[in-house]
Nanobody, 120 residues
């Protein structure tokens, strides 16, 4: 059974930083792309940042220059460094990973979410 477990959320003031971590565990062959999404009540989940197995990255326009995604393939982990946080960054942040079982298919997994709250 595959699990993605996030950590690092919390309450901070505007302008401060947080680092989210996500660890993938269980039975799988390899991890393809990994990413972070966020969701606020009444809104759709949106992509924050993604990183391929080759470390190519993509960011939402709203976080470019403030957030940095990285991964440690040896530890099956992905990180999100969030600097200069704004109140509008307040959301539940979810880790996402596309995992391979060695076949031609990729399986989509999600973490349970971690709350990030930024006060003004």
């Amino acid at each position: 059974q595959v699990q993605l477990v996030e950590s690092g959320g919390g309450l901070v003031q505007a302008g401060e930083s947080l680092r989210l971590s996500c660890a993938a565990s269980g039975s799988f062959f390899s991890i393809n792309a990994m990413g972070w999404y966020r969701q606020t009540p009444g809104k759709q989940r949106e992509l924050v940042a993604a990183i391929t197995s080759g470390s190519d990255t993509t960011y939402a326009d709203s976080v470019k220059g403030r957030f940095t995604i990285s991964r440690d393939n040896a530890k099956n982990m992905v990180y999100l460094q969030m600097n200069s946080l704004k109140p509008e960054d307040t959301a539940v942040y979810y880790c996402n990973a596309h995992l391979s079982d060695g076949s031609a298919y990729l399986y989509d997994y999600w973490g349970q979410g971690t709350q990030v709250t930024v006060s003004s």
